[in-house]
C-alpha cells in the first residue's frame, strides 16, 4: 500500500479508489483550514502539543491521540510547528466501510456514535499504540501478489481493534444512551431515514428547512431532529450544509460560475454561501473555480 506524505492526494485516492488511503505526515505538510470532505478520517497524533478543532470545539493533543472524523464534520488542524508535529491520517470512503461490515459488526460506530460524553477522541495507551502502529506497518509493507487481500485483511483488524477500543472507553451513560438510539431505530424508522436522505439529495437546490422537512413527512420537528442524530450522527442542518457544499465543489469543479453554484446548489443568500464555502473548503468560490478542476 502507497503511503502519501500530503493529504490532499490522500483523500483524492479514496474518492477515486472508494476504499482507503493513508498518510504519514511530518514538517513539510501545511497547515489545511477548516474542511469538509467525502470520507472518513483517522487521524493518529505521534508527537501531540496542537489543538484541533472539530464543528468549532477545540481538542487538546497528547502524544497517542486519535481522533475519528465523520464525512458531515467540518475540521482543521489549529498552526503546527512543523519540526514536532508527527501524524499518520487514514482516510475511508462510507461506502466500502459500509460493505465491510456486517449486522452484528458496524465498523463505522467510530465515526456516527457521539453521546453526550464521549465524542470524536479517545487516548490510546503504549500497548494500544504499539498495536495500532503494527496494522500500519502491515498495511504499508505488503507488496505483490495479493497486495489488495492483505491490505484489507490488515484494515479489518485495525478497524474491528479501533472499533473495540471505542466501545469500550464509553461510559456507560453514553453506552446506554446510544443503545437506547440504536434500538428506537427499527426498520421502519430506517426506511423512514432514507427516504428523507433521498429527498434532501434530490432536492439541494430547493427549501430544506427542518420544518420543511418535518411537513414533507408528517412528523414533528423535534421527533425528526432526534431521529435523524440517531441514525446518522449529525443535525440536520449540518448534512444539508456539508452536501450543499459538496455538489457546490462538483459544479465549480465542472466550471460552473460561482453565482450559479451559489443557486444550485440552494443557498439563498450569496454571503452565506460564501462563508459556509470558505469555512469548509479552506479557500473561497471563486479562488477554488480558478484552480481549474
Not at 505538510?29 to 484541533?52: A, P, V, W
Not at 443503545?179 to 429527498?199: E, V
Request: glycine fraction near 6%; include cysteine.
Amino acid at each position: 500500500m502507497f503511503i502519501y506524505n500530503s493529504c490532499k492526494p490522500t483523500v483524492q485516492s479514496c474518492l477515486d479508489t472508494q476504499t482507503f488511503s493513508m498518510a504519514r505526515l511530518f514538517n513539510d505538510e501545511r497547515t489545511m483550514s477548516s474542511h469538509i470532505h467525502e470520507c472518513y478520517e483517522i487521524y493518529f497524533s505521534i508527537s501531540g502539543g496542537k489543538q484541533f478543532l472539530i464543528d468549532g470545539q477545540s481538542y487538546e493533543f497528547a502524544p497517542g491521540d486519535i481522533f475519528f472524523i465523520n464525512q458531515s464534520e467540518s475540521h482543521c488542524l489549529s498552526e503546527v510547528d512543523p519540526q514536532t508535529h508527527e501524524r499518520i491520517v487514514l482516510f475511508i470512503h462510507p461506502e466500502y466501510l459500509k460493505r465491510l461490515s456486517t449486522q452484528k459488526t458496524d465498523l463505522s460506530n467510530c465515526f456516527t456514535c457521539r453521546g453526550t460524553s464521549f465524542g470524536h477522541r479517545i487516548g490510546l495507551s503504549e500497548e494500544e499504540q504499539g498495536r495500532f502502529t503494527y496494522y500500519m506497518y502491515k498495511m504499508s509493507e505488503s507488496k505483490g501478489f495479493g497486495q489488495d487481500i492483505m491490505d484489507q485483511a490488515a484494515f479489518l483488524e485495525l478497524m474491528t481493534f479501533l472499533n473495540r477500543i471505542f466501545l469500550a472507553r464509553c461510559d456507560r451513560e453514553t453506552a446506554l444512551e446510544m443503545d437506547s438510539g440504536k434500538q428506537s431505530l427499527n426498520q421502519s424508522h430506517y426506511a423512514l431515514i432514507n427516504s428523507i436522505l433521498s429527498y434532501i439529495h434530490q432536492n439541494l437546490s430547493e427549501e430544506l428547512t427542518i420544518q420543511h422537512l418535518a411537513g414533507r413527512f408528517y412528523l414533528s420537528n423535534s421527533y425528526l431532529c432526534k431521529l435523524f442524530k440517531d441514525a446518522t450522527g449529525t443535525t440536520i442542518n449540518r448534512y444539508i450544509v456539508a452536501k450543499r457544499i459538496s455538489l457546490a465543489r462538483d459544479l465549480l469543479a465542472e466550471g460552473c460560475s460561482v453565482a450559479d453554484a451559489c443557486r444550485l446548489c440552494g443557498f439563498k443568500d450569496y454571503s452565506n454561501f460564501l462563508k459556509a464555502f470558505t469555512k469548509a473548503v479552506g479557500v473561497s468560490p471563486k479562488k477554488y473555480a480558478s484552480y481549474g478542476h
